[in-house]
């Protein structure tokens, strides 16, 4: 969209038009432009007394960013009187002088009224007699409006990262709006927020230093960062905090911003759970203590008189499982009750109140066994606590009045494992699950666990951007909006680098958590380990020389959005590395044993530097928030102090000298010369390894088509089929499929092993997701990816979570060796297959399986 300028407003002088969504702002005077700020005038923010509270407070955010980037303020008023140019900020039917503008027609609000949190931005000539020029900001409600006004905000120059990741505000001394119109629309997913959890030691540490705990002064600076990020809906922190007990500011300070407030999802009726542990509630069974439950329930709903949605429902004591003899009978009579006392304290039928019921572990089952739930609350499905979607309606599902919502997961304490440390989530991998949820209409409450919000900052940009439009971003979008994303804390100078280098870390980090890397994660004989720290160690490098081109102002950001974990897992793995060579070393009584033991010991101490590192940034302003143990784990909980991963020495005596053995060549299958595209050659050593995306052939049909997920997976990108609601497909004839051309020299047997993302059964249906596969001639063999999982936290599923892969292998007969036809067929939606290793007997197993055999002679 290109912004029209203002001879086409003489045409058409009642309402403006769209200017372009990215840049309606300019730091110099174009044509009629509005003057915002300059040298020598500012603009005045007109704000109406009678106007919302939260709209007011935002005006002053307005005011101290126009300062951030010009040093000079904008006078905020009440009243108008003669001037230039004005800037008049309000909520639709709460600002007197927006609603005459619109009863003279020189504004067209059709586009807001009764919409949900939708703003408009609009310039208007000679708006009142004795006034030349106004800027329109004007909400449908009082999120709209605080919308329009911090989306000038980032046009301007302020990130929404600019306080909680010190992204600096860049400076100009004058400040412009170009005349038309611009809009965002609606949001398309109706609550969007985050999970403040598992918040000790780092986050819980860092605000008692900061600003006494979990009160209204920090949350007042999270309020305005989820503000500024397009969210509404936030679940407190709640290990051993309760957000309306612990500071009665707290609930004042959400409404003040504007902000919807929900306590998790198993803390029914808006109590903290640790209120009861507080007031000795006795025991948390609804059995045998029902009037006391009752009891603490009915003071939350009297307390929480601000703008909320209610958990509904219960589990056991902690976050545990109700016993197993909960009977689904038990828990719709606990539901019924709270909903009596929700219509009793509300003076009104429990259905006005939003509510929702998470579908988390075992409630899920019972769900899925019958239990029924209120039409009226939002079903809140969930991912496995590590972002793979457990359950999505059927696209023929019959609509719900509350609808669905996701709970998804950054961050988890449990098993396999805690991962709380740092970011570890590929976008692709949020975008193709999210967009699965979209897709299913699941568009009533997107909310996911942040851990201690840092270091999520990139994630949780993308998780609340990607809530606001899910058509707006498409898979192959993700590089752009990464650059995007960088550039808006960067510059653009660097942008592209920068996101290389986040998307980079991700995708490392995505392979595996770092607290379940081990010395045995990567393979050290087929020199898997010395890979994944080669390129780990590059990726830093690349990091370092991009860090000393970027100005000083960026360096603190940089550090933390960028550099730090790089740097903090670059090192970590390079010490299990060591620890695995030590290891070798040892059992060899080889000379190198102590030296890779004391280079363990040096990773291992650098590992606390790299945190000091964090903590004394901008003076200290980030103490305490990489506290977090990552090393010295024995089992899911988290160590109480790291410890060095065990090493051993030889002494002098013992030493044997280290037997280069020569490499013997290996065989390779020969391709045709004139072969072009992709082809594959079989690998003595390797076998045949296929990344997904060189197919040789793809086979669209039935109104079914591949598209590749670009970066999506641990080592390349992945394919699936869209639509992601389509129905199953029968593996035969012109049945949508893939063909990978293959040369082997090699016949007979092979067993093909195809990895997947860990998506997981999400219909809950006989077979789960299916796929099938067959070589030249071949009946295709219809394989299932997850049928075996039926619980989603134990078993098997243990291996897939840690894995972050689902590997099935499928054995096949190859007649007669050179080239041959592997068809990989759609069986159902929703299956992302990343990678195809072919291994004739020969191939020693990899964790990321083989490095790819593509013939690269195109
Ligand atoms: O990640 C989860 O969803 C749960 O483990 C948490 O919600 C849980 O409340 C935990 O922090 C403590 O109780």
């Known amino acids: 969209m290109k912004h029209i300028f203002s001879v086409f407003l003489l045409l058409f002088p009642l309402f403006g038009f769209c200017i372009n969504p990215d840049t309606y702002v300019t730091f110099q005077s174009k044509g009629k432009s509005f003057c915002v700020a300059s040298k020598s005038k500012m603009a005045s923010i007109l704000v109406s007394k009678e106007d919302e509270q939260a709209v007011i407070r935002a005006t002053n955010d307005l005011q101290m960013d126009v300062e951030r980037v010009t040093g000079r303020k904008n006078n905020i008023i009440n009243e108008l009187s003669k001037h230039d140019e004005v800037i008049i900020v309000g909520t639709l039917g709460k600002n007197q002088w927006i609603d005459a503008l619109v009863t003279q027609k020189k504004i067209d609000v059709k586009s807001l009224q009764g919409k949900w949190e939708t703003f408009v931005i609009q310039t208007i000539e000679n708006p009142f007699p004795h006034v030349k020029k106004a800027l329109v900001i004007v909400g449908s409600d009082r999120r709209g409006a605080i919308y329009g006004i911090y989306d000038l905000s980032k046009q301007i120059g302020v990130s929404p990262w600019y306080f909680w990741a010190d992204v600096p505000v860049p400076k100009h001394d004058e400040i412009y709006v170009l005349n038309g119109r611009y809009s965002e629309g609606s949001p398309k997913v109706k609550y969007r927020g985050i999970f403040i959890n598992d918040e000790a030691p780092a986050l819980s540490s ?3 230093e900061k600003f006494g705990g979990f009160n209204h002064k920090f949350y007042g600076k999270v309020f305005e960062l989820l503000l500024r990020l397009k969210a509404n809906y936030i679940w407190p922190a709640m ?29 029914p009726l808006m109590r903290a759970h640790d209120e009861w542990r507080r007031e000795k509630g006795g025991v948390w069974n609804y059995e045998s203590n029902p009037t006391k439950l009752q009891a603490f329930w009915r003071e939350g709903m009297k307390r929480a008189t601000n703008e909320k949605i209610v958990s509904v429902g219960m589990r056991g004591d902690g976050d545990e499982p109700m016993s197993r003899e909960t009977a689904t009978a038990l828990l719709e009579k606990i539901v019924k009750d709270q909903r009596n006392i929700i219509s009793e304290v509300t003076g009104k039928p429990a259905s006005e109140t939003p509510q929702l019921w998470a579908l988390y572990k075992e409630v899920q089952d019972y769900y899925d066994k019958g239990m029924t739930v209120p039409d009226d609350v939002t079903l809140l499905l969930c991912d496995d606590n590590w972002g793979n ?59 996911v666990n942040v851990g201690d919000i840092k270091p999520m900052e990139f994630p949780i940009s993308f998780f609340l951007d990607y809530a606001w439009n899910p058509e707006k971003i498409q898979a192959n979008d993700l590089q752009q909006y990464s650059e995007q994303w960088a550039s808006k804390q960067f510059g653009d100078k660097y942008a592209k680098e920068i996101a290389f280098l986040l998307n980079q870390y991700s995708k490392f980090n995505g392979r595996r958590k770092p607290e379940l890397l081990d010395a045995n ?7 898997e380990w010395k890979t994944v720290v080669t390129d780990y160690n590059n990726l830093l490098q690349k990091a370092d020389s991009i860090k000393k081109y970027l100005s000083p102002t960026y360096q603190d950001a940089y550090f933390q959005l960028v550099l730090h974990p790089i740097k903090a897992c670059a090192n970590l793995n390079e010490m299990y590395y060591n620890v695995a060579l030590n290891k070798e070393a040892f059992e060899n009584k080889w000379k190198e044993t102590n030296t890779y033991a004391h280079k363990v010991k040096q990773l291992y101490d650098n590992d606390s530097l790299i945190t000091k590192e964090y903590h004394q940034l901008n003076n200290g302003k ?45 065989k390779k299958a020969t391709i045709p010369t004139h072969k072009k595209g992709n082809v594959f050659y079989q690998d003595e050593q390797k076998g045949v390894s296929i990344e997904a995306k060189h197919f040789t052939k793809a086979i669209n049909t039935n109104g079914i088509v591949w598209k590749i997920l670009p970066d999506h997976g641990r080592t390349g990108s992945a394919i699936t089929t869209f639509p992601v609601t ?5 593996p035969e004839g012109n049945a949508p ?43 295709p063999q219809i394989i299932s990816l997850n049928k075996e999982d039926k619980t989603s936290d134990k078993g098997i599923w243990n291996k897939w979570a840690a894995e972050n892969i689902i590997i099935k292998t499928s054995k096949h007969s190859l007649v007669g060796k050179g080239k041959h036809k592997i068809k990989y067929w759609m069986v159902t939606s929703g299956v992302v297959l990343q990678k195809l290793d072919l291994n004739f007997g020969k191939t020693e197993q990899n964790y990321l399986g083989s490095a790819e055999t593509l013939n690269t002679s195109k």
Do not use: C
């Open 389 to 447: 979607l457990r359950k999505l309606p059927k696209p023929d599902a019959k609509p719900r009045k509350g609808g669905y919502g996701i709970y998804y997961h950054f961050d988890y304490v449990g098993g396999p494992r805690n991962y709380k440390w740092l970011n570890t989530n590929p976008l692709p991998r949020i975008w193709e699950q999210m967009h699965l949820a979209w897709e299913h209409h699941v568009k009533d409450i997107w909310i």
């Open 239 to 267: 290990w051993g905090s309760a957000f309306y007990a612990d500071d009665a500011e707290n609930i004042k300070t959400a409404d003040e911003y504007g902000i919807v407030i929900g306590t998790s999802h198993h803390e």
């Open 726 to 730: 389509a129905k199953e497909q029968k």
């Open 737 to 779: 499929h893939l063909e990978y051309e293959i040369y082997t020299f090699s016949e007979g047997d092979v067993t093909i092993q195809a990895y997947f993302s860990p998506s997981l059964n999400f219909y809950g249906t006989e077979n789960g997701l299916q796929y099938a596969i067959s070589i030249d001639d071949e009946q």
């Open 622 to 666: 980030w103490n305490h928030l990489m506290s977090q143990t990552h090393i010295g784990y024995t089992y899911w909980q988290q160590p109480e102090k790291q410890k060095m991963p065990a090493v051993k020495y030889l002494s002098e005596a013992t030493i044997v000298e280290k037997k280069e053995i020569a490499n013997q060549p290996l």
């Open 521 to 527: 994660t990567y393979n050290l004989k087929t020199g």
């Open 206 to 208: 860092w605000s008692k």
